[in-house]
């Protein structure tokens, strides 16, 4: 959920009205070039990140960034057609 989410729904509206059915998740031993490329093509903030099918955490464009990150790699310079995504 976003800022434009709640455009379309009052702040008192119960979360699932603006939840996501279809969640797309990052292996825990995928690189951060791959995270980065990932949020950049699916043009979101955050990813969840699994191990064995079970939620480990959450990967952000604010922890490439805070991991001092180089610009190139929020670029999204690898393919993401070749990153093991999740489509849980």
Do not use: W, Y
Request: negative net charge; contains cysteine; aromatic residues 2%.
């Amino acid at each position: 959920m976003c800022r434009c989410d709640l455009s379309s729904h009052s702040a008192a509206a119960p979360v699932d009205a603006s939840l996501a059915t279809v969640v797309f998740a990052i292996v825990s031993q995928a690189t951060l070039g791959e995270a980065a490329a990932a949020l950049a093509k699916l043009r979101i903030g955050c990813l969840p990140v699994v191990d064995n099918g079970a939620l480990v955490g959450l990967i952000t464009r604010g922890d490439l960034v805070r991991a001092s990150a180089p610009a190139e790699l929020l670029a999204s310079p690898v393919c993401v057609d070749d990153l093991e995504l999740s489509n849980r």
